[in-house]
């Protein structure tokens, strides 16, 4: 996949996270795809890592979306998690 796919799936990716996951989040737009493409590739190394499975396959792939939102949430958290300790 190229490099303007993956935005867009760390931009949707990003988008349903934080639906998932309501509240307020410091940074806009531009965090929600970092967190949704680096989300993407953590979900992707995860499902290889630990189930064996070449999760990300291409852009209409249920697998690549799945991958991408649970590495988005578990991303969203760490991120959360900082910035509340920060403060």
Do not use: C, Y
């Not at 990716?13 to 410091?26: C, N, Q, S, V, Y």
């Not at 970092?34 to 499975?53: A, H, N, P, S, T």
């Not at 959360?80 to 403060?87: D, E, G, M, S, T």
Request: glycine share 18%; proline share 2%.
């Amino acid at each position: 996949m190229g490099i303007i796919t993956w935005i867009l799936i760390g931009l949707f990716a990003g988008i349903i996270a934080k639906m998932l996951m309501p509240g307020k989040d410091p940074g806009g737009i531009i965090i929600t795809i970092l967190i949704g493409i680096v989300g993407g590739l953590l979900g992707g190394w995860l499902g290889k890592v630990i189930f064996g499975v070449d999760s990300i396959d291409g852009f209409f792939e249920i697998s690549t979306w799945v991958a991408a939102i649970v590495g988005s949430l578990i991303l969203l958290v760490v991120f959360r998690l900082f910035k509340r300790a920060r403060h």
